[in-house]
Protein backbone atom coordinates (compact mmCIF):
# COMPACT_ATOMS: atom_id res chain seq x y z
CA UNK A 1 0.00 0.00 0.00
CA UNK A 2 1.38 3.32 -0.79
CA UNK A 3 0.83 6.78 1.03
CA UNK A 4 -1.91 8.05 -1.44
CA UNK A 5 -3.45 4.85 -0.91
CA UNK A 6 -3.34 4.82 2.43
CA UNK A 7 -4.95 8.18 2.32
CA UNK A 8 -7.39 6.92 -0.16
CA UNK A 9 -8.87 4.24 2.27
CA UNK A 10 -9.34 6.30 5.20
CA UNK A 11 -11.42 8.69 2.84
CA UNK A 12 -13.65 6.17 2.41
CA UNK A 13 -13.88 4.96 5.86
CA UNK A 14 -14.03 8.96 7.09
CA UNK A 15 -16.38 11.07 5.13
CA UNK A 16 -16.38 13.92 8.09
CA UNK A 17 -12.96 14.57 6.87
CA UNK A 18 -11.66 15.85 3.49
CA UNK A 19 -9.19 14.32 1.54
CA UNK A 20 -7.06 17.19 2.36
CA UNK A 21 -7.07 16.54 6.32
CA UNK A 22 -6.27 13.23 5.78
CA UNK A 23 -3.03 13.84 3.58
CA UNK A 24 -2.05 16.49 6.48
CA UNK A 25 -2.79 13.86 9.12
CA UNK A 26 -0.91 11.11 7.69
CA UNK A 27 2.10 13.11 6.50
CA UNK A 28 2.10 14.52 9.92
CA UNK A 29 2.48 10.76 11.72
CA UNK A 30 5.48 10.28 9.23
CA UNK A 31 7.19 13.09 10.00
CA UNK A 32 6.82 12.89 13.50
CA UNK A 33 8.16 9.03 13.52
CA UNK A 34 10.97 10.08 11.17
CA UNK A 35 11.69 12.90 13.69
CA UNK A 36 11.74 11.16 17.12
CA UNK A 37 13.68 8.59 15.20
CA UNK A 38 16.63 11.10 13.95
CA UNK A 39 16.33 12.77 17.64
CA UNK A 40 17.54 9.11 18.88
CA UNK A 41 14.34 8.36 20.33
CA UNK A 42 12.01 4.89 19.59
CA UNK A 43 8.80 5.07 18.69
CA UNK A 44 6.23 2.38 19.96
CA UNK A 45 3.02 2.41 18.58
CA UNK A 46 1.32 -0.41 21.07
CA UNK A 47 -0.26 -3.35 19.30
CA UNK A 48 0.94 -2.44 16.14
CA UNK A 49 5.44 -2.07 16.58
CA UNK A 50 8.44 0.07 17.42
CA UNK A 51 10.39 1.94 14.93
CA UNK A 52 14.52 2.44 16.53
CA UNK A 53 17.61 2.79 15.15
CA UNK A 54 19.99 0.39 15.18
CA UNK A 55 23.76 0.91 14.37
CA UNK A 56 25.67 -0.19 11.60
CA UNK A 57 29.51 -0.76 12.24
CA UNK A 58 31.65 0.45 9.35
CA UNK A 59 33.02 -2.09 7.64
CA UNK A 60 35.50 -2.64 4.17
CA UNK A 61 33.63 -3.22 0.97
CA UNK A 62 34.36 -4.00 -2.85
CA UNK A 63 33.35 -2.00 -5.75
CA UNK A 64 31.86 -4.33 -7.72
CA UNK A 65 32.82 -3.15 -11.02
CA UNK A 66 36.53 -2.39 -10.55
CA UNK A 67 37.30 -4.60 -7.14
CA UNK A 68 38.76 -1.96 -5.59
CA UNK A 69 38.43 -2.04 -1.48
CA UNK A 70 35.94 0.71 -0.17
CA UNK A 71 35.91 1.91 3.10
CA UNK A 72 32.18 2.03 4.35
CA UNK A 73 31.33 4.06 6.85
CA UNK A 74 29.21 3.30 9.92
CA UNK A 75 25.31 4.50 9.52
CA UNK A 76 21.82 4.34 11.74
CA UNK A 77 19.57 2.53 9.90
CA UNK A 78 15.79 2.16 10.88
CA UNK A 79 14.60 -1.23 12.06
CA UNK A 80 10.94 -1.64 12.63
CA UNK A 81 9.65 -4.74 15.13
CA UNK A 82 6.32 -6.07 14.90
CA UNK A 83 3.70 -6.18 18.34
CA UNK A 84 2.64 -8.88 19.51
CA UNK A 85 -0.65 -8.15 18.62
CA UNK A 86 -0.10 -7.24 14.85
CA UNK A 87 1.60 -10.48 15.00
CA UNK A 88 -1.14 -12.74 16.19
CA UNK A 89 -4.00 -11.69 13.83
CA UNK A 90 -1.07 -11.93 10.91
CA UNK A 91 -1.19 -15.35 11.58
CA UNK A 92 -4.12 -16.22 12.40
CA UNK A 93 -5.23 -14.69 9.25
CA UNK A 94 -7.79 -12.25 11.24
CA UNK A 95 -8.72 -9.26 9.11
CA UNK A 96 -7.58 -6.46 10.46
CA UNK A 97 -9.63 -3.16 9.36
Given at each position: ??????????????????????????????????????????????GFGAFA????GRRIGR????GEIVHV?????????????????????????
Amino acid sequence: MTKSELVLHLTAKNSHLSRRDIERIVSTIFKEIANALMRGDRVELRGFGAFALRSRGRRIGRNPRTGEIVHVPGKSVPFFKVGKDLRVQLNAGDSLG
